[in-house]
Nanobody, 121 residues
Framework: VQLVESGGGLVQAGGSLRLSCALSGSMFDINAMGWYRQAPGKQRELVAAVISGGGSTTYADSVKGRFTISRDNAKNTMYLEMNSLQPEDTAVYSC???????????????WGQGTLVTVSS
């Protein structure tokens, strides 16, 4: 099971970016997926997450109203739409999936390699 992020880059303050996280590999029953970020010198923090089944979402207070997390199950892809970006949003953004491998029942927590988002003032 692999996660591959894309969509990071450089944007001016007030701009927008959309990150994508594509899941590939073995069949995987997902419990939850999320986006995390880590800024230089800071701890990694949860930005947003979506729970399978009910589809409930959660967001960090700092991004509420600006970021939107979504999943396209048909494409095995998760997105993070980021609007009104600010310099403090600059970080490496990584996606995460928690679930069970179909057939083996093995529980896995999988991370992508990360994508850099830089917001200039």
């Amino acid at each position: 099971v692999q996660l591959v992020e894309s969509g990071g880059g450089l944007v001016q303050a007030g701009g927008s970016l959309r990150l994508s996280c594509a899941l590939s590999g073995s069949m995987f029953d997902i419990n939850a997926m999320g986006w995390y970020r880590q800024a230089p010198g800071k701890q990694r923090e949860l930005v947003a997450a979506v729970i399978s089944g009910g589809g409930s979402t959660t967001y960090a207070d700092s991004v509420k109203g600006r970021f939107t997390i979504s999943r396209d199950n048909a494409k095995n892809t998760m997105y993070l739409e980021m609007n009104s970006l600010q310099p403090e949003d600059t970080a490496v953004y990584s996606c995460n999936a928690d679930g069970t491998v179909v057939g083996t029942g093995e529980h896995l927590e999988v991370w992508g390699q990360g994508t850099l988002v830089t917001v200039s003032s």
